[in-house]
Each structure stands twice: as C-alpha cells, then as structure tokens.
C-alpha cells in the first residue's frame, strides 16, 4: 500500500471521528481528501463522499437510538424534502451543467473549479457556525415544536446543497432542528445523523445510474470512517462538545482558504 492510500485510510478514520464527535463535518474532510490527496475529479469526489457519509452517519444513527435521542417525527419532516431536493440534483442538475461555465480574462471557470469553491463558500459558512457562540440551548424537558412550513424549506434548502457539493449538511440541519422544532443539543446532534444518512444515501443513488464506481475502495474506505464514527461517540463523553466544535470550526476555515488558493492557482 503507498503511503497516498495510507494517508487516505487515516483520514478516512478522522471523518468518522468528526462525525461521532459533532453530528456533522464529515463531508468537509471528505471532498477535499478525495480530490487533493487521492486524486479523484471533483464530481465523483462529492459522489463518493455522499456514501461515506451516508453510511458513516447511519452507523451513528443507530447507536443514537438505542440512547433513545432520536426524534424520528422531526427527521421524518426534515429528510423527505431533503431527499427528493438531493436526488433530483444529483440524477439531472449536476449532469446538466455544461463542463466549462465561463472565461475571466485568461482563467477558465471550468465545472470541477466551479463546485469546489462552491465547496469551499459553504465551509466558510460552516466554520462560522461552528465557531461564534451561541445562546443557551433548549431545555431537555421542553416540549418539542414543530414549525412544519420552514422545517420543509429548510429541507429542500440542504437537500439542493447536499446534492451539488456532497456535503450532509450537518452545521445546517442542528441549528435548524434547534431552533425550528426546539430539540436540545443532544437530539439535536442524533437526529441530524439519521437525516444526514437517509439523504446522502439516496443522493448516492442517483449517481450510481451516471457514473463508474470503484466499490471496492468505496467500500474500504467507508469501512474505516464507521470505525472512526465508534470512536468519535465514545470519545464524546469525555469531551467538552462546545470547544470541540468551535476548535474544528476553525480547521474547516482554514481548509476553505486552502481550497480556494488551490482553485485558483491550478
């Protein structure tokens, strides 16, 4: 094994492990470790990161809800809008745009530069997130609130961003389940592991019918994460999450300005 592959099985074990620890992010280390360190041109880069993810945050799920913190009503109104929004993009948005988008004086702005700094905005976004900080969150006794309309919206929202960057969506979804349907941080957290799973998952598919996939490495590969993602809970509980959260924050801000400068020298 070169020390490439061997560098990407290492990551592959940090994605779960972010995963595990903060309910999100793990897509934010996948793209970039697909096309920078292993090779792969951005489109299969974000497909392949759908179904690491995808898997990596099932796993989690289901140790989540054997924990009881899985609010299935609230991922149920969340994930169906996020999943028809993230397959549609994936099966004929991505398909239908045209390799080469546009020309600025000498620099081609071409479809894999184009969806890699989109890539990076979004990490810049989430860095942001991650790192202010944030009023207290809901009481553990509060009853949870649905506001059916923006729960919807906000769905599709992720669903559309997931499938054009493969990207889960996790910074998005727990501040939404937050403060759309008053889920404390815990839940929070489970229950965007299982909306981030079911959607990834099914974006996955419509890239099975568009391109070549190399199952064996896939597989390899997400088999590692899932090991990461059992460390990542169990580690969790001697962690503070809040510092945890905020120090990633600002790893994933300096990785956007690293995509960006790559982007734009090459």
Known sequence: MELVEILGYMAALVVG???GLVGGGGSILTVPVMVYLLGYNPILATA??????????????FRNMQKGLVDFRTAIVFAVPAFIAVY?????????IPDTLTTIGEF???????IMIFFAVIMLLASF?????KKGDPDENEQVQYNYP???IE?????????????GGGFLIIP?????AKLPMKKAVATSLLIIAIKSLIGFIGDVENLDIDWGFLLSFTAVSVIGIFLGIWIGGFIDGKKLKKAFGWFVLGMAFYIIFMEISA
Not at 160 to 167: D, P, R
Not at 176 to 180: D, E, M, Q, S
């Open 17 to 19: 492990l972010v995963l």
């Open 48 to 61: 392949y990161s759908l179904f690491v993810v995808g898997v990596s945050a099932l796993v989690g799920a």
């Open 88 to 96: 549609a993009t994936r099966k004929y948005i991505i398909p239908a």
């Open 108 to 114: 081609v702005v071409t479809k894999d530069i184009a």
């Open 129 to 133: 997130s991650m790192i202010r900080s």
């Open 150 to 152: 923006l729960i919807i």
């Open 155 to 167: 769905g599709l929202a992720v669903g559309v961003l997931t499938g054009l960057v493969g990207a």
């Open 176 to 180: 939404a389940l937050v403060l759309l």
